[in-house]
Nanobody, 124 residues
Framework: QVQLVESGGGLVQAGGSLRLSCAASGLTFSTYVMGWFRQAPGNEREFVVSIRSSGRTYYADSVKGRFTISRDARNTVYLQMKSLKPEDTGVYYC???????????????????WGQGTQVTVSS
C-alpha cells in the first residue's frame, strides 16, 4: 500500500526557514501528483502547493515567493519554506494522487493518500 512519511517540521521564529520532506513508497512515484496541505487548529485542511509528474507547480497565493516544492528520483518530495510567518503554523500533510482534473489539484478530494503530518510552529 501507499505510504507517505513526512519529516522536517519544528519550531522556528518568524522570518526563519524550514525544509519538509515526504518519502513515498508503494506507488509509481513519477506518475503521481504530489501535494502539501496544512491545517491549523479549528480550521479546515487547506491547499499549500502541488507538483505534477511533469514538474509543473501550483502554489497558494499566501505562499507564493516564499515556498518551493520539488521532487527527486528517489521518491521524495520536498517543501522549502522561507520567510515563515506565524500564520504558516499548522500541521503539514503530504498527499499523493492521480491527476484527473485541474480543479482537484487544489482540493483534498484530488488526493487519495496522505501522510501522518508534521507540525510546523512559527513564533512571532
Amino acid at each position: 500500500q501507499v505510504q507517505l512519511v513526512e519529516s522536517g517540521g519544528g519550531l522556528v521564529q518568524a522570518g526563519g526557514s524550514l525544509r519538509l520532506s515526504c518519502a513515498a513508497s508503494g506507488l509509481t512515484f513519477s506518475t503521481y501528483v504530489m501535494g502539501w496541505f496544512r491545517q491549523a487548529p479549528g480550521n479546515e485542511r487547506e491547499f499549500v502547493v502541488s507538483i505534477r509528474s511533469s514538474g509543473r507547480t501550483y502554489y497558494a497565493d499566501s505562499v507564493k515567493g516564499r515556498f518551493t516544492i520539488s521532487r527527486d528520483a528517489r521518491n521524495t518530495v520536498y517543501l522549502q519554506m522561507k520567510s515563515l510567518k506565524p500564520e504558516d503554523t499548522g500541521v503539514y500533510y503530504c498527499a499523493a494522487g492521480v491527476y484527473s482534473d485541474y480543479a482537484l489539484l487544489f482540493s483534498v478530494r484530488g488526493y487519495d493518500d496522505w501522510g501522518q503530518g508534521t507540525q510546523v510552529t512559527v513564533s512571532s
